[in-house]
C-alpha cells in the first residue's frame, strides 16, 4: 500500500486544494478529508453519500493515496481497520441503512482502538430525504462498552473544518470518529474556503519508541491510549476482538477484562471537556435558548433573530458534537436561562440527553420534526412564541 | 438590479440545465463576485425528462436557512414546472419564462420577461445551449451577476467541447435584452 511519505511533497502540498470555492457538500468533506491527510478510503455506494466515494476515486490517486470500491460495507469498514493498522489515515461514507451494516466492523475498530473515520450521511429509510433519526445508532450501534465520538457539521464549511477535526480525533484518541451528515447539506453547494496548507492543524499518531521485546501494544496510561507500532518492523501483535491484556494475548480474566473497558470507554469519557465543542448565538442577554446540532443550527439562528424582532431574546447553542454530550457546556446554559427549546430533525431523540443534563436546572421543550425536511425559521418562531407567552 | 438576498428558483424538464444554470450563478457570484450563495435542488430520478428545480440564494453576507419560503426570482421553462413554482414568487417578484415552453400563464405578474431562448439556441446549432441564453439574458436584464464574470464561470465548469457553443449562447442572451430594451427595474 502506498503512503505518502515524506519525499512526496509534491504530492503533500496537491492535497489542499486552497481558495475560494463554490462547493457541494460531499465534496467538501472529501477535500477535508485530503487535507487531513487521508490516504485510503474503502466504501460501498448509496445514496445520498455517493459523491463521497466519486470524489475520493478522483483525489485519492493525485495524492498518493488509494481507494478501494468493497463488495459491501462490512468488507469497507475491516478494509479500514486493516489500512488503519498499516498506518493510513482512513475514511469511509455510507448511509443510514449502509451504516446498520458496518455495526460489527466498526466495533471491533473501537475494541482495538483503530482510528478510523466514518461519514454517515443519514437518510430516511426508503428515500432521499433529510433526517436526524440515527443519533442514537451513531452512538449505541455496537456490542460491547466503548464511547463514540460523533461531529455534526452544520454547513459545507464545516463539513470540510470538521472532516479534518475529526481525523484529529481519531488518531490522538485511537478510536473511530463519525461525521454526521444528512441529505440537506451533503446534496447543497455553498461557499468554502480552504485555508493554505500551513494553517491546517493536523494530529498524527504517536509511534513507541520502546523496543520490540519491551513493547506492550495496549499498555496505556490511566484514561489514555497506547502508542502504536510500526508494522512489519517486528512489533508483533494480535488485534483481537476478544477482551485482551497489555500484551495483546486474549485474556478473560475479569480484572484485566474490567481494566481494558474501563480504558477504552475512560480516554473518551474522562477527556470530554477537552473532546467537546460548542459554539454560542446572541446568548449575552438570552432568556430562553435553543440547543441544537447540524443542519438545524441554520434555521434555529434566523428564527432567534425573528423572535428578537418580536422582543423574546432567544439566543442558539450549537452542539459541534454530540457524542460525547458536552454537559460541561449544557449544564451551563440550563442555569442561566428559563427554558431550552431542543430543536431536532427526528421524532425526538437527542432532547432526552439535553433533558438529562438540564434536570432540575431549567425545562426542555422538545421541538421536532421527522418529515424528511429541515425545520424553517417560521416553524421554530410559532413554537417559540406560543411557548413563550 | 434584484434585491439582496436573491431568492431564485429555475425549474424545467430534466436535461435543459436547470441545475447547472444554478451552479454556474452560485459559483460566479461567491468565486467572483465574492458573494455568499446557496444552492439546492430537487429532481426526479429520471436521466431526461421528470420535473427538475434548482433554487439558490445569493446574498451580501452568510446565509442560514438554505431554502427560502418564496422567491422574487421565478426562471420557468416548462409549463407543468411554471405551475408547480408560481405560487411562491412574491407578487412584486420577476418572472422570466421561455414563451414557447410556457404557453399559459395563471397569475400575473407585472414584472414578466419571455425570451424565447430555446429557439435562440435552435438557432445556434444546439437546443442544449437554451440554459446558457437564459443566463445570458438575466446577467442583462437583471444584473443578476456581471457577464464577464458568468463567462469565466462557464469556461471553468462547461466541458471544453461545449465551451464556445456555450459562450455563444451567453452572449446571444445578453444581445436579446439590449437588442429588445428588457431592463428590470425594481
Redo the contacts between chains.
Keep these: 500500500m502506498s503512503i505518502i511519505r515524506a519525499n512526496q511533497l509534491d504530492a503533500w502540498e496537491k492535497r489542499v486544494d486552497t ?4 462547493m457541494l457538500g460531499n465534496y467538501a468533506l472529501v477535500e477535508g478529508a485530503i487535507s487531513a491527510g487521508c490516504n485510503f478510503f474503502a466504501g460501498y455506494p448509496i445514496t445520498p453519500a455517493n459523491e463521497i466515494s466519486e470524489r475520493m476515486s478522483q483525489r485519492l490517486p493525485q495524492v498518493g493515496g488509494k481507494f478501494v470500491q468493497g463488495e459491501d460495507e462490512l468488507c469497507s469498514i475491516f478494509a479500514l481497520a486493516g489500512a488503519s493498522l498499516a498506518g493510513a489515515k482512513v475514511m469511509t461514507a455510507t448511509a443510514s441503512a449502509g451504516y446498520n451494516y458496518m455495526q460489527e466492523g466498526l466495533g471491533y475498530c473501537y475494541t482495538i482502538e483503530a482510528p478510523v473515520v466514518v461519514a454517515d450521511v443519514m437518510r430516511t429509510r426508503g428515500d432521499n430525504f433529510a433526517s436526524y433519526a440515527d443519533v442514537y445508532q451513531l452512538r449505541y450501534g455496537c456490542s460491547g462498552d466503548y464511547e463514540a465520538i460523533v461531529v455534526c457539521p452544520s454547513s459545507v464549511q464545516e463539513l470540510y473544518d470538521y472532516t479534518i477535526w475529526a481525523f484529529n480525533l481519531a488518531e490522538k484518541y485511537r478510536n473511530p470518529v463519525i461525521v454526521m451528515s444528512e441529505a ?2 451533503s ?5 468554502l474556503e480552504i485555508p493554505s496548507a500551513d494553517k491546517i492543524e493536523i494530529f498524527n499518531r504517536k509511534y513507541t519508541t520502546a523496543k520490540p521485546s519491551e513493547y506492550l501494544p495496549f499498555g496505556a496510561p490511566e484514561n489514555g491510549c497506547p502508542d502504536f507500532a510500526p508494522l512489519g518492523k517486528g512489533y508483533n501483535t494480535i488485534y483481537s476482538l476478544n477482551p485482551h491484556n497489555e500484551k495483546g494475548g486474549i485474556d478473560w480474566d475479569p480484572d484485566d477484562f474490567e481494566r481494558l473497558y474501563k480504558r477504552v470507554c475512560g480516554k473518551i469519557r474522562e477527556n470530554a471537556d477537552e473532546i467537546c465543542r460548542t459554539e454560542q448565538y446572541m446568548m449575552d442577554d438570552a432568556d430562553y435558548v435553543i440547543v441544537t446540532y447540524g ?1 438545524e ?3 434555529s ?2 428564527a432567534a433573530k425573528l423572535a428578537r424582532e418580536e422582543g423574546i431574546k432567544v439566543g442558539v447553542v450549537k452542539l459541534c458534537n454530540i457524542w460525547p454530550v458536552p454537559e460541561t457546556a449544557i449544564r451551563e446554559v440550563a442555569g442561566n436561562v428559563g427554558k431550552i427549546f431542543a430543536v431536532e430533525m427526528n421524532i425526538g431523540r437527542y432532547c432526552n440527553e439535553i433533558a438529562r443534563v438540564a434536570a432540575g436546572k431549567c425545562p426542555v421543550v422538545p421541538v421536532t420534526k421527522n418529515r424528511g425536511q ?1 425545520h ?3 416553524e421554530l418562531l410559532r413554537v417559540i412564541r406560543e411557548e413563550t407567552k | 438590479m434584484l434585491q439582496f438576498p436573491q431568492r431564485i428558483s429555475l425549474c424545467g424538464f430534466g436535461g435543459q440545465g436547470i441545475i447547472l444554470s444554478a ?1 454556474l450563478l ?2 460566479a ?3 467572483k463576485g465574492g458573494l ?6 430537487s429532481y426526479g430520478s429520471e436521466a431526461r425528462g421528470g420535473q427538475c428545480q434548482a433554487e439558490l440564494i445569493i446574498d451580501k453576507g452568510p ?5 427560502a ?1 418564496t422567491k422574487n426570482l421565478l426562471v420557468a421553462m416548462f409549463q407543468t414546472a411554471y405551475e408547480k413554482y408560481i405560487p411562491i414568487l412574491d407578487e412584486d417578484g420577476v418572472l422570466v419564462i421561455d414563451p414557447q415552453l410556457v404557453t399559459n400563464l395563471v397569475r400575473p405578474i407585472a414584472n414578466t420577461f419571455a425570451v424565447p431562448a430555446t429557439q435562440i439556441a435552435v438557432d445556434l446549432g444546439n437546443r442544449m445551449a437554451a440554459n446558457m441564453v437564459m443566463l445570458g439574458f438575466l446577467s442583462e436584464c437583471l444584473g443578476l451577476l456581471k457577464a464577464e464574470d458568468l463567462l469565466e464561470a462557464v469556461k471553468d465548469q462547461v466541458n471544453p467541447r461545449f465551451v464556445e457553443l456555450n459562450l455563444k449562447a451567453v452572449q446571444a442572451g445578453i444581445d436579446y435584452a439590449k437588442d429588445n430594451n428588457l431592463y428590470y427595474h425594481g
Design positions: 481558495g475560494v470555492h463554490f440537506t447539506i446534496l447543497m453547494r455553498e461557499r443542519s443550527v441554520r434555521p439562528i434566523d429541515i424553517t425559521s417560521a | 451552479v452560485g459559483t457570484a461567491v468565486t455568499y450563495a446557496v444552492q439546492t435542488q446565509i442560514n436557512s438554505p431554502v419560503e
